[in-house]
């Protein structure tokens, strides 16, 4: 039977954030930023929100766009692995309006 090392698990998580790996990787919106705690490994968010406010638009820039760019710009010890998956959007749709976004921006500077 194994036997979980808790003391070793609670020193591993605390090196983790000596070095900085749990402030998470930047959403872009520095606002928001300091009600969620970026975006962090083992956390699920749950967007909601009436029609049209913009859910998906910003779950494009917040988790897709600015982590992305961050990583492409800065450089970063992240690692990042994107899974989109949406069940209103088919994906060539999804696509065309990333490669647009790419191609007429917004630029952002980190």
């Not at 020193?11 to 919106?29: A, W």
Request: aromatic share 16%.
């Amino acid at each position: 039977m194994n036997k979980i090392k808790v003391w070793e698990n609670l020193k591993e998580e605390i090196n983790r954030g000596q070095k900085g790996y749990n402030v998470g990787l930047t959403m872009g919106f520095e606002r928001l930023s300091t009600h969620i705690c970026n975006i962090q490994q083992g956390r699920y968010d749950t967007i909601g929100g009436a029609t049209g406010t913009g859910k998906t638009a910003f779950v494009d820039s917040a988790y897709v766009f600015h982590p992305y760019d961050y990583i492409r710009t800065i450089g970063s010890f992240y690692k990042l692995e994107i899974i989109y998956y949406s069940l209103e959007i088919e994906p060539t749709v999804k696509l065309a309006k990333f490669v647009a976004r790419k191609v007429w921006g917004p630029w952002d500077t980190y």
